[in-house]
């Protein structure tokens, strides 16, 4: 929408611009507009305080009679008056209060017709000279001109002054910028490179534990070596124990036979006897001779089985000594071993002692039994069978007692070797995954390090991108301030100039190419006098145009914004789009209140963000296509109304393409702040949406 301003001193000797209600079509508008407005507008007659004032002093003439005649004959005796006395008073309060209020009506109208005549009088003047009246009228509006001028060069040299202030300040905030950045990247290299003797820090801690992994992984293989061995060794003697445990089983069945069959021999023998002492007493010699052979004989079956007791005791003791050197070599093995693996061992010795004393409590109740045996069979023969027997049967117990003992625990052996390899297995499992741990811990480290240090790079980004934004935000606002003073200075030309056409003022920060305007030629003054010399011209006359300064005043505020702009080219391809007529805007105005669409509320703060970023980086397109997503039923009505409407879409279409220009300047710059700041303010809003529905 097309702005104007027109401006007003205060009395700080600013410039306070402000907009005005309807866009002026030439120089002469804004003169013409207040003098119409004033001409609308119902003027009041001239000379009403003196009415007024005549009024006041008929009343307070009236009020002070009135309360004089009441004070000298008092208020009750006023009631009590006469119609003549009623009259006369009336006459004496209000006759000369109504000649006071004539008075004043006659002296008004007088002044009135005074005034009549003098402007009658500086009509006539005109008419007769206009001349005259024309050089006076310029030479008041020309004092005029000057005032408001030199009013503006100081407001002019002030803002100078800020904007050099300004300067070295930026310059001052610059500078910090450049050393925090500067800062930054030295913090971030020291960062970088403690990170790096870190990391190889880590690296020579992996390779040590690496290497104290495998030597962990020796030391247990070994010692599993070694209790393989121990157990092997275990085995070995446990099958040679069983070896002699089932020898010694046979001797004492075999012993237990020879027994068996010498009682046999005996009681056949004294049957025999018996029977010889029967038949003949000479037989009792022989008999006599027979038993103490068979005493003999007994004798002698008493010390073999003693000497087979002896030989059984002989080797219970080697099987206990056998057993002690398996103990005290697995007790040597468990003690060099692991501590993982102490408990298991210290259980093995535990039952291998416990299976020892079993062994040689057995061993001792079968001497005991061998004694009272022998005793017995020293007693009497005649028991000797039933003792044989039972003997036969216990030791046949003790036997299955042995070899069940000796089976379980050769179970318990291969158990606790199962056990044992299992617990192996489980370290070498651990050791293993100890080189894959610390190297993912070293990974956590090395990317909590790169998290770290990306974190600083965005945090460096974020400020160098927050101070190019102050800067195209101070640079966009100089262009503006710029701006409003060329508009400025357009009014002040077409009020110097009223008969001109509109003036265009060259614009060094716009990309307008449009060719000025021919001038209407402007009527030939007469001759002028001597008297006034001073020569009034547009700031589109030829003259005024081939005039240069001939002296240097110093700096201009035109200077500064030349210097300010060079950095930012500007494309001098852009075409100005055609100016927008008042009716245009108020329909485009009209329909957005009849579809209640308010584009300034359809949009967030992050979407103007989002759709700046969006139209530097993919163009146009992505911008529409942000403005979309947060009104897409606007920008659907919108565009059902262009369809069904040419002209208004012809309307919003010469709208767009004034901030067009804006925006495409702004993305062409890479000046995201400046284009956010257009897209946000103003007309921005409805910029997007008018865009977005075109391009749908």
């Known amino acids: ?26 120089g002469e508008m804004a003169v013409l507009a207040a003098e119409s407005s004033m001409e609308n507008q119902p003027r009041a007659k001239p000379g009403g ?59 008004r109208e007088i002044s009135l017709f005074a005034k009549a005549a003098n402007r009658i009088q500086d009509m006539a003047d005109r008419f007769a000279d206009p001349a005259k009246a024309t050089r006076k009228d310029a030479a008041k509006m020309s004092a005029a001109v000057q005032t408001q001028i030199g009013s503006m060069n100081k407001a002019v040299e002030g803002a100078l002054a800020r904007l050099g202030a300004m300067e070295e300040v930026l310059n001052h ?24 003797r870190e990391r190889e820090a880590v690296g020579e801690l992996a390779d040590q534990l690496d290497k104290k992994a495998a030597d962990i992984a020796n030391i247990i293989a070994e010692q599993s070596k070694m209790v393989v061995s121990a157990a092997d060794i275990a085995n070995l003697q446990t099958r040679e124990g069983k ?107 535990d039952q291998a002692r416990h299976y020892t004393s079993i062994m040689r409590e057995e061993g001792r109740v079968l001497a005991d039994n061998h004694q009272s045996k022998a005793g017995e069979l020293k007693q009497a023969a005649d028991e000797a069978r039933n003792a044989l027997d039972t003997y036969a049967e216990t030791i046949a117990k003790r036997l299955e007692h042995a070899n069940e003992a000796s089976f379980s625990a050769a179970n318990w052996a291969d158990k606790t070797f199962d056990k044992l390899r299992e617990t192996t297995q489980a370290l070498d499992e651990s050791l293993q995954n100890l080189p ?87 009527p030939v003054p007469e001759p002028e006098t001597p008297t006034i010399d001073l020569p009034i011209h547009t700031l589109n006359d030829p003259t005024t145009q081939q005039q240069k300064p001939t002296e240097n005043d110093g700096w201009k505020w035109k200077d500064v914004l030349s210097r300010i702009d060079k950095g930012n080219p500007k494309p001098e391809s852009i075409q100005s789009p055609p100016p927008m007529n008042a009716g245009s805007m108020d329909r485009l105005v009209t ?27 993919d163009g146009p397109k992505a911008m529409t296509d942000v403005a979309r997503t947060d009104a897409a039923e606007a ?47 103003g007309d921005g809003p409805a910029y997007l949406l008018l865009e977005a529905a075109l391009d749908a």
């Open 635 to 681: 920008i659907e009505l919108v565009k059902q109304a262009f369809e069904k409407d040419p002209a208004l879409r012809l309307d919003a279409e010469l709208f767009v393409a004034e901030l067009r220009q804006k925006i495409d300047a702004a993305a062409v710059a890479d000046q995201k702040i400046h284009l956010e700041t257009h897209l946000r303010t």
């Open 591 to 617: 329909a957005l209140q009849s579809w209640n669409i308010q584009p300034d509320k359809l949009f967030f703060a992050a979407s103007y963000r989002a759709a700046a970023l969006a139209r530097i980086t």
């Open 1 to 26: 929408m097309e702005k104007s301003e027109h401006t007003s001193k205060t009395s700080t000797n600013v410039i306070e611009i402000e907009q005005l209600k309807t866009p002026p079509d030439s």
């Open 436 to 522: 894959d741990a610390a190297d993912a811990s070293a990974r956590e480290v090395e990317e909590l390090m790169n998290k770290r240090l990306a974190q600083l790079k965005d945090a460096s980004q974020t400020a160098t991108n927050e101070a190019k934004g102050i800067d195209e935000a101070f640079q966009s606002r100089i262009r503006q301030n710029y701006e409003l003073l060329s508009d400025f200075m357009l009014k002040m030309g077409g009020t110097a100039a009223p008969a001109a056409s509109e003036i265009e003022v060259p614009n060094p920060l716009t990309t307008r190419l449009q060719q000025p305007k021919p001038a209407e030629p402007t």
């Open 173 to 196: 905030h610059s500078d910090a910028f450049g050393n925090a950045e500067q800062s930054a990247r030295e913090r971030t290299d020291v960062l970088i490179n403690d990170l790096r």
């Open 49 to 107: 305080m003196i009415i007024v004032a005549g009024g006041l002093i008929a009343l307070l003439w009236s009020a002070g009679a009135l309360a004089y005649v009441a004070g000298m004959i008092g208020p009750a005796n006023l009631l009590k008056l006469s119609a003549a006395e009623m009259t006369g008073l009336a006459f004496g309060t209000i006759g000369p209060a109504l000649f006071i209020f004539v008075l004043a009506w006659a002296i």
């Open 243 to 349: 070896k002699i445990l089932a020898s010694a089983a046979e001797g004492l069945k075999e012993a237990g036979q020879q027994a068996e069959t010498q009682a046999r021999n005996v009681s056949e023998q004294l049957t025999t006897s018996s029977n010889q002492i029967e038949n003949t007493a000479s037989a009792l010699a022989k008999a006599k001779q027979g038993m103490e052979a068979n005493a003999v004989s007994l004798q002698n079956a008493q010390d073999a089985s003693a000497q087979a007791l002896d030989s059984r005791q002989a080797q219970v003791r080697d099987l206990i000594e056998v057993s002690n050197q398996c103990a005290g070599q697995l007790k040597q093995v468990a003690e060099e071993g692991a501590q993982a693996m102490k408990l298991a061992l210290e259980e093995t010795l």
